[in-house]
Each structure stands twice: as structure tokens, then as C-alpha cells.
């Protein structure tokens, strides 16, 4: 079974389109991010979640909107995709909490890779 | 700001040899290490972690990696490479700020080549 999963795997779509990359953990975690890796293959974290709410946000443009109707999913929803949004995102989670501490493993799915055409 | 540094974008070693992944971090609190890998066109797989028990950390498929404080590294070694090895590896550095919810800084990655 699947940890982290996100889909679609692979998406090719035009400039100017709305699209979403769907999350889903079923690892109990309460914390869950989106990361961005771009064609140097550089990570950089988007947003964090915890218990729905929104704790990270690394100045994203506002095209893109995460969604977490509950603790197991985070959704990434971008309007109006430019070339520059090709990438791959990946989804991943973690468990948080009082005394849990930053030791925490972070689980990653395995990636949306976007491509804007 | 607590940042890595990996360095050498690219490690090219024989199989059998030594594998050698330098990772330097920069941290104002005592930080919390990681080594991530990630194989072409998949996910990252956790290999290990260091989060302030012991400096040598060992981790799967034969790597280990030291926390040096003197030096600020954390190098990644395994005494022999496997063809199964070549892959893209990231070393980095959980946030600190008094809450689990921290962010990862992660470095540029090396990508490991093994020749026969």
C-alpha cells in the first residue's frame, strides 16, 4: 500500500488552463506539504498543512491554491498555468505534535511531474 | 536560516569502491540532518537521519553518514558501491523555530554514477 500518493503521475496541459494534483496519505500523519522540484532538479517546500490548517506558505503565487478538506489529503489546485509552473511536484507528510520534535520523518510520494506547453 | 550545502553535482565512482557524499550545513541551533535518495522518475526515499543521538548514523541499503559539528558536515558513505546505487541524493536540514511543523532545506544534490 501506498504512503503518500498523488495523481495524476504525469500531466501535460496548455498555457492558460486550471489543473489539480490530488494527495492522499494513509499514514495517520497530521501534517502534510507540497515540495517543487524544478528542472535543475532544486526542492523547494510550497506549503505546509497541519490538521487542515495552513502553517507554510513560501511566497507561491497566488495561482496556486492548496486544499485540505481533512488531515489525509492536500490538494494543489493552479490557475492559469505558465510554462514556467513545468515541474514536478511532490506531495509528502509527517507527523507533528508537542515534544515529537523536527526528527520527524517527512514521506514523500512520488511525484507529479507537469509539464505546460 | 539554517541552509546545506552538497558538494560536487556529479560523483562517478567504479563498483566495489567507496562512495563519498559531502554535505555542509549551516545552522544556529543544533540541527537535524537528513539524506534523502530519489531514483529517475520516482519519489524521495528516506536513507537516514541524524537527530542528535548518535553522530554515526546508519541507515538502509549499506549507507552511513557522521555528524560532525567541528566541520559542520555530514557526509554520506558506503564502503562499496552497487550498480543499483546511481541515483540523485539530497542531503537536508529540518527547520528549526520550536515546532515539528518545519520545513526541509534541501541542498542541490549530487547525482551518484557507478561504472563496472
Known amino acids: 500500500d501506498t504512503a503518500v500518493s498523488q495523481t495524476p503521475k504525469y500531466l501535460v496541459t496548455q498555457m492558460g488552463n486550471d489543473k489539480s494534483i490530488k494527495c492522499e496519505q494513509n499514514l495517520g500523519h497530521d501534517t502534510m506539504y507540497w515540495y517543487k522540484q524544478d528542472s535543475k532538479k532544486f526542492l523547494k517546500i510550497m506549503f505546509s498543512y497541519n490538521n487542515k490548517e495552513l502553517i507554510i506558505n513560501e511566497t507561491v503565487p497566488n495561482r496556486f491554491s492548496p486544499k485540505s478538506p481533512d488531515k489525509a489529503h492536500l490538494n494543489l489546485h493552479i490557475n492559469s498555468l505558465e510554462l514556467g509552473d513545468s515541474a514536478v511536484y511532490f506531495c509528502?507528510?509527517?507527523?507533528?505534535?508537542?515534544?515529537?520534535?523536527?526528527?520527524?520523518?517527512?514521506?514523500f510520494g512520488e511525484g507529479s511531474w507537469l509539464t505546460v506547453v | 536560516a539554517q541552509s546545506v550545502t552538497q558538494l560536487g553535482s556529479h560523483v562517478s565512482v567504479s563498483e566495489g569502491a567507496l562512495v563519498l557524499l559531502r554535505c555542509n550545513y549551516s545552522?544556529?541551533?543544533?540541527?537535524?540532518l537528513f539524506w534523502y535518495v530519489q531514483y529517475p522518475n520516482q519519489g524521495l526515499q528516506l536513507l537516514l537521519k541524524?537527530?542528535?543521538?548518535?553522530?554515526l548514523v546508519k541507515g538502509i541499503n549499506g549507507f552511513e553518514a557522521e555528524f560532525k559539528k567541528s566541520e559542520t558536515s555530514f557526509h554520506l558513505t558506503k564502503p562499496s558501491a552497487h550498480m543499483s546505487d546511481a541515483a540523485e541524493y539530497f542531503c537536508?536540514?529540518?527547520?528549526?523555530?520550536?515546532?515539528?511543523?518545519?520545513?526541509?532545506?534541501f541542498g542541490q544534490g549530487t547525482i551518484l554514477t557507478v561504472h563496472p
Open positions: 545552522s544556529s541551533v543544533p540541527p537535524y
Open positions: 509528502a507528510s509527517s507527523q507533528a505534535g508537542p515534544g515529537q520534535g523536527r526528527g520527524n520523518t517527512i514521506y
Open positions: 541524524y537527530t542528535s543521538a548518535a553522530t
Open positions: 537536508a536540514v529540518r527547520n528549526a523555530g520550536g515546532t515539528s511543523y518545519g520545513k526541509l532545506t
